[in-house]
Each structure stands twice: as structure tokens, then as C-alpha cells.
Nanobody
Framework: QVQLVESGGGLVQPGGSLRLSCAAS????????MGWYRQAPGKQRELVAT???????NYADSVKGRFTISRDNAKNTLYLQMNSLKPEDAAVYIC???????????????WGQGTQVTVSS
């Protein structure tokens, strides 16, 4: 199996910063794209940012210029640096990864459990 574990969430004041991490473990041969999503109470899950294995990134318009996604392929870890946080950024942040578990194995998408981000004064 493959496990994704997020960390780094918490309470921050508007304008503050947080850095989220997502560590992948288990039987992993290769990780292709990885991403961060978020879900606020009563709302649908939405894409925040994605990154390919080569480092190409994509961001939701609402976070462009404030959030930065990155990854450490050697550590199978994904990051999200969040700056200039706004109350509307508050949500559970969830990571995902497209993983091949063997050289000939097909890619499967795995999801973490999420980490809570609260933005409030």
C-alpha cells in the first residue's frame, strides 16, 4: 500500500504563513504528478496546486502569487508554502499523488487524510 501523511496545518492570523508537507511512504517505484486540494465546510473539494515529476506547476487563480508548491523527489515529499493567508483559505488541505508501485505497474491515485488550516484573528 501507499500512505500519504500531511502535516504543518494550524491556526494562523490573516496575512500569516504556513508550510504544509505531505510524505509518501510504502511500496513506491515512481511518483508522477502530486497535488494539493482543499475542502471547506459545506463546499466541494477544490484544486489548489499541482506539480509534475519534472517540476511543472499549476495553481488555482485564487492562490497564484501567494502559494508555492514544490517537491523533494528523493524524499517522496510534497510541500505547499502558503503566504499572505486569507480567511477564505481556511479548509482541510489534502494531498494526492499518482504512484506506480512497480516498473510495469499502472499509476494509481492515492489521497492523504488532510490537515486543517484555520485563518483567523
Amino acid at each position: 500500500q501507499v500512505q500519504l501523511v500531511e502535516s504543518g496545518g494550524g491556526l494562523v492570523q490573516p496575512g500569516g504563513s504556513l508550510r504544509l508537507s505531505c510524505a509518501a511512504s510504502g511500496i513506491i517505484f515512481r511518483i508522477n504528478a502530486m497535488g494539493w486540494y482543499r475542502q471547506a465546510p459545506g463546499k466541494q473539494r477544490e484544486l489548489v496546486a499541482t506539480i509534475t515529476s519534472g517540476g511543472s506547476t499549476n495553481y488555482a487563480d485564487s492562490v497564484k502569487g501567494r502559494f508555492t508548491i514544490s517537491r523533494d523527489n528523493a524524499k517522496n515529499t510534497l510541500y505547499l508554502q502558503m503566504n499572505s493567508l486569507k480567511p477564505e483559505d481556511a479548509a482541510v488541505y489534502i494531498c494526492n499523488a499518482d504512484v506506480a508501485r512497480s516498473p510495469a505497474g499502472r499509476l494509481a491515485t492515492y489521497w492523504g487524510q488532510g490537515t486543517q488550516v484555520t485563518v483567523s484573528s
